[in-house]
């Protein structure tokens, strides 16, 4: 029996089975929606922080009124 000598010829590098795509970018629309959720971001982070600041002010005036209170009982025991 003859034995057949096998030639394999050596494999091209990249994927030959990626889509090819002529899709031209529209970085002009990708800007000006990241552009939008960054001002979005921040009058989100503005009202955050404004209201984080009321609880702050609301936080300070039970604290005082605490104290005032504890001032009395301490008065009258």
Do not use: C, F, H
Not at 2 to 23: D, F, Q
């Amino acid at each position: 029996m003859k034995r057949k000598e096998v030639i394999t010829m050596p494999r091209t590098k990249g994927s030959k089975n990626r889509p090819k795509t002529n899709i031209t970018k529209d970085y002009v629309s990708q800007i000006a929606e990241k552009q939008e959720t960054i001002a979005s971001l921040n009058t989100e982070i503005a009202s955050i922080q404004k209201a984080i600041e009321e609880q702050k002010n609301t936080l300070k005036e039970k604290k005082s009124a605490l104290k005032k209170a504890e001032k009395e009982v301490w008065k009258a025991g």
